[in-house]
Each structure stands twice: as C-alpha cells, then as structure tokens.
C-alpha cells in the first residue's frame, strides 16, 4: 500500500536524508536556513508517506541482494524493502535515489529508477 501521494520508503530513509542535509552543512554546501528549510519539507513529508518496517524478511533479503549487486549495506536494505513491497514484481514500480549505485541495482532488479 502506499502513502498518500504513492510514496513508500525504506523505515530509515528519513535519518539517511537527515545525514545527507548534516553532510552538505558541514561541507558548506548547504546554508544554515536552506538546512532548517530542508529538515522542515522532510518532516512534512515523512507524514505523508508510509515505510517499510525493519524485520527479518528485509534484513534476509538484502543479505542475498548484497550477493548479486555492488551494494553498501543500508542500501541493500533499501532495494529489499522495495523489493518486498511490491511482491517482487518491480516491473512498472518507480525507485527514486540520488545513489547512482543504488540506482543501478534497482534498474538491474526491474524498477524504473529516477535519480534527481
């Protein structure tokens, strides 16, 4: 099922994107306000969409995914979870990321992958 607006993301998507905002801070690509606006459109967000929880199944399957792709592992997790919401079936399921290695999985595994 998804969230209101279709979204589904992976139960630690959202501490991933808030690392991703502390990284370009840090860096001084990303402004003090331009963060805080950041962490504010995430939190609207996250109301919105729903999450795959973290359980064995996610965990087991991207063990195995980690097998056949070059993947980190909280991105292994991320391709299970998608892959275990669909049933699998990712043909016609859209997987949206800004990793271009975890973009390749999950064109690889069937999705069709938009990367901003």
Known sequence: MAGRFGQVVW????VE?????ARLY???ALKAGAR???????????????EVSPH?????????????YTLRAADSL?????????RERPVGRTFVSADTRLCEAAAQAGFTVVSP
């Open 11 to 14: 139960w630690a998507a959202r």
């Open 17 to 21: 994107v808030s690392s991703a905002f």
């Open 26 to 28: 840090r860096e001084g």
């Open 36 to 50: 805080q606006e950041a962490i504010a459109r995430l939190q609207v967000l996250s109301v919105l969409w729903d």
């Open 56 to 68: 064995n199944e996610v965990r087991d399957r991207a063990v195995q995914l980690m097998g056949i």
């Open 78 to 86: 991320q391709l299970a979870a998608a892959l275990l919401w669909c």
